[in-house]
């Protein structure tokens, strides 16, 4: 099932559209937006995925050291040790390493559709040992005057959620890592419910339990406590094997919206929605059967990794949810859906 | 290496000196005890593992349903969809459970050696979903006049850290899951450094990273951040599988000194030390390079699950830590270390 309606102007952001950070390199994928209001403009806050031109023979990965330089190793693709059947993660001799270094890119739009970027508003770069393997996938939500951005740190001592605060886009407040490894897909609720703030989050487990979405509380938005597991995959479903959660919960009358994403075992990523009680978000009321959303357009299933619609990010204006996505990891898109229509397909 | 000193009489706890939990389960393993002192003695908080008799050609396991009931799953032993290669996990169908099911038990002591249950203080079982499959190797630490339990959630959803308070050992205050899947061996600091609590903990990962030792910060015990990896597995060591903090790290002039486990490849599992700065406990300044303790006597080479020594409870009394460990994972056992042939061997 689908039911949205992608923008005719699709995809609207792809790699040749953006200057590589540094000459060395290339982009290989922009990937996964956080969208926000700021200035009366529309922005998209893209994850830049990039690596340095390929040699024969060899595989070329970029990492940030901790100076917050770009260094390279190289692999021989004869190696034995060496396994690169996952184009997004490599494995050497039991260590892994991602494929491409990802960065965050600020751009806005009067219309929502045609992005660019303003050299006032610069980049986002990894910075320091939590980060050295990159920064991916930021959510933005708005508390008050403040944007809270919640995204993925990768290094080899693991995978977890940041935060970073900013007023206007142009200092940043690091907070450190608020769930710790393996954790990505944090979506943080834009207000309190019983003088908690809450967050969506979604750890990973080498045994006993999987990728599952979670809750948690805070008082802070920067210490997290009381975790639940809101929803596991489901076998035989389009999203057995893996969920979590996209962006900001929308609240309706008829309980917390949640557009989250699943992915079987092929990997082919879809969209569907949770509902989670208003004034008890750890209670799901309803859950997609069928996704709202599949890669149906050839651009969601042709690319870097195919088969993919992703998102954390999104516009709420009245009945309408205007969604940027990555699609097949490589391009970034658009579309809508009216919240009555995904209400009604969970049954309300 | 070994620097520590046995009690003559280990072990002094093992399975058939305690009574099972109800008629239709036996004990398999007392395990790893958090360790206090109350009312002018000794206390170990043990770990009991139960499971049913087994019935040739199947294997029953025990779980907790959510109304807090015993229920029996079986197998069948030549099911090709089960295998119970690892004795302490078993697979079926790609999902996990354990082989045994584990609650906490009180005894207590006037020596240290001789231990015995007291009907007034009653076992910690299980309770809601969180714990369905039990729960395990509780580390206990005292702040003021109240303790703090932090131990081992385990049920379908996934593996992580509860949290319980209490002042009497009679009235317990549930305040839910503190670190989330996948997590365990968590030792909280008895007091707060600069004004925050800090605790160790250990998240593993099913890809980039490992089983590694982390640091997090707190305001109220309940609510944790500023998650940091301080301690890796290291190659060629005989802690290159996983590591983990053993019970709360004891203050000295040289550091907060962390007794902490190491396994290899093999399962072999070692204690090791760990020297954190006083100030800023995120900082290592020393690291064992060869354990401090090795499972050398036969009650800790040979048992449910052999070579294993365990700790995650001792007690402190001028230079001496005694260590009361699971050797095995079978049979409670006490040690004696001086702090200072520790940080000897840390070079200190």
């Known amino acids: 099932m689908d039911i949205t309606n992608r923008f005719s102007e699709n995809p609207i952001l792809t790699p040749k559209m953006v200057k590589p950070s540094t000459p060395s390199v290339g982009i290989e994928c922009l990937l996964n937006p956080g969208v926000f209001w700021f200035q009366g403009k529309v922005w998209l806050l893209v994850r830049v995925a990039e690596r340095p031109e390929q040699q024969e023979g060899t595989t070329t990965l970029p990492i940030y050291n901790q100076a917050g330089q770009l260094e390279l190793m190289t692999f021989r693709n004869d190696d034995p040790k060496f ?3 996952d184009k997004r993660v490599f494995e050497y001799d039991g260590a892994h390493y991602l494929s491409t270094l990802s960065h965050l890119r600020l751009l806005s739009s009067h219309d929502g559709i045609h992005f660019s970027e303003d050299p006032e508003y610069g980049p986002i ?4 040992e939590q980060e050295t393997f990159g920064i991916e996938d930021c959510r933005v939500s708005q508390i ?3 944007y809270y951005l919640t995204y993925t740190k990768v290094s080899p001592t693991g995978v977890g959620v940041g935060l ?3 007023t206007d886009w142009k200092h940043f407040d690091r907070k450190g890592m608020i769930f710790p490894a393996h954790n990505k897909d944090c979506a943080l609720f834009e207000e309190r419910i019983g003088g908690k703030y809450y967050a969506l989050h979604r750890p990973s487990s080498p045994s006993i339990g999987g990728n599952y979405i979670w809750i948690a509380q805070s008082p802070d938005l920067e210490h997290w406590g009381h975790h639940q597991c809101i929803a596991t995959t489901r076998a035989g479903y389009w999203d057995c094997a893996r969920v979590g959660a996209g962006a900001a919960p929308i609240k309706t009358e008829a309980g917390w919206l949640e557009i989250y994403h699943g ?3 092929a990997h082919r990523y879809c969209l569907g929605a949770l509902l989670l009680d208003l004034q008890n978000p750890s209670r ?3 859950r997609s059967e069928e996704p709202i959303m599949e890669p149906l357009a050839g651009y969601e299933q042709t690319g870097f990794f195919g088969n993919v619609v992703f998102t954390n990010g999104h516009l709420v204006e009245g009945d309408t949810v205007t969604i940027y996505y990555g699609a097949s990891d490589e391009v970034i898109c ?3 859906l009216s919240i009555k229509e ?4 969970l049954g309300r």
């Open 83 to 85: 396994d690169d059947s």
């Open 125 to 128: 770069f990894p910075l320091g």
């Open 144 to 146: 008050g005057d403040t």
């Open 164 to 166: 970073i605060t900013t």
């Open 263 to 265: 992915a079987n075992e």
């Open 284 to 286: 799901v009321l309803a």
């Open 334 to 336: 658009g579309a809508q």
């Open 342 to 345: 995904v209400l009604k397909s």
